[in-house]
């Protein structure tokens, strides 16, 4: 199995803190836009998290599925729409996106597994 | 300024007719499932030609983006949601987005100034 | 050392059965486009592998590389083939490839001493 | 339509004849070297140019496609086996490659129209 | 040839004066963000204008090349420090990076002869 | 935490050894190559591997960048020249580059604990 929902969280924690400990104003400002993008406005959150989450399978970045899969539980995003958002991001990435497809069913499956 | 409109769609058209006139099975099946993931089930059109819409920007293909700015135009996508979409594109993808940002605006103020 | 040949395989046919329990048609669809792309036919399973190795290296896809690798194992590729395959996806990629090249090698390495 | 076959060929000779004109060496020698990797070996001309055009196809750079399909043309590869390769391409990097697949194909045309 | 200095120019200001005429504050801020980053401080413009332009040749962004060629030229990098860097950005993307290493060393001509 | 530095290095040098062990004429120059690139000339060993460093965060690739993070150490790159590189490779590359910021940070850190 790959890392636990709790390991990625810790790192991904522990390493944003040391990175926003920095003096250079245009990483703290990015991680601000960062956070800004995804609150719900003209598209709701469920929409915008889903945003979130197919652009990142498509670039296959394994940290930032594991984020926002997080964020589309916490924000309700069910089995069926899940489905069909990695369906999209298969078709348009093609079968490179498969290991991450992987890895996006194994940590909801570990978020649902938790009760959420 | 970049193609038209119709001069883009009218080269997709041709050049998709020649590539389906092949034989070959799985080029055809692959076409059809790249039609059938946008059709609206537990997502609406709406949400699915933004994730495609998104897809395209952070993985910045043109021609990707101004079929699926027309697709968005056509179910409805109004201008403050095509701009929250952008940003997040813009965010994930960072300025290497933008010169696919300008192409995204440039092709929807086409469609809106034939009064889509 | 990276994960065993057993390791890989093992976790992704777990997965694999998993995500084709969805419900979701396109999915299931997909994987079976990528399963019948690569039978033999105008070019042998051998050239055929190799693209798809090929393709996985400039890619930087290692699950990807994990499985071609395989592949190509068991239709027959042999060593000088492999190198040849392995610069041509140096070349064309550049160094970036480099710690994918180290993982095919690594990869390779395991399934001959198991006597492939 | 895109470019011609003579345009395309005219100015990557030109452009590439103000490159070699410089005095760095690792420029020049990479050059040579992307040359000297798709002679025939133990793999041959055939396999090696298919390789390179599929790189090029799922790495989406239409004008390494428009190089490799000359020169999988000009060592003999037939329609049926561009087809598989194109196949290929398609379903490893998904839709995000049929703007240059249609590219290769309109490329492709043009070389058969004129007798290749 | 490609496009002229000023034809990207023209385009560009265009473009970005109606992007930035949108009321999403986050993509005016990431705007804001991309010119902050460039500005002289512990390292220096000249150094700062080659990590952008070497970036931009790896990630194959013609329209970000063409911006930041320009910015080089105008704090003054010199012709054998430009090919240092294009070298560097062949050998980390490989030959898919030759196209617009090609585009680069037309661009910068353009520019030399118009006496920068 | 990620692997320490000298598992790092065990890996990349026994897996190098191996490559090179090859009697594929391509891949050893393609090696040679990715050496002589860095070697300061025009351009100081501080701007080189810093150029290294940029590209392989915005290609995302984690063993370049626990090498180039390395090669900058030991030429002396101090930390608020480290930070700006890195805001450089955020902005161009956007969020996804955050989890090999992420990596690059850590690893830094790491070397800076050995007293470098």
Redesign the interface.
């Given at each position: 199995?790959s890392r636990s929902v709790e390991e990625f969280n810790r790192?991904?924690k522990r390493?944003?803190e040391?990175?926003l400990a920095?003096?250079?104003?245009?990483?703290k400002?990015?991680f601000n836009?960062?956070n800004?993008?995804?609150k719900s406005?003209?598209?709701d959150d469920n929409?915008?998290e889903?945003?979130?989450l197919?652009?990142?399978m498509?670039?296959?970045?394994?940290?930032?599925i594991a984020y926002h899969v997080q964020q589309c539980v916490s924000v309700g995003v069910?089995d069926?729409?899940f489905?069909?958002?990695?369906?999209?991001?298969?078709?348009?990435?093609?079968?490179?996106?498969?290991?991450h497809?992987?890895y996006a069913?194994?940590f909801k499956?570990q978020m649902r597994n938790q009760g959420q």
């Open positions: 199995m790192y991904r390493m944003n040391k990175i920095t003096d250079n104003l245009e990483i400002r990015f836009l960062d800004a993008v995804y406005g003209a598209l929409t915008k889903l945003l979130g197919v652009a990142s498509v670039l296959r970045c394994n940290d930032c069910n069926a729409e489905d069909e958002a990695f369906s999209i991001a298969l078709i348009v990435g093609g079968s490179i996106v498969i290991p497809l992987r069913v194994e499956e």
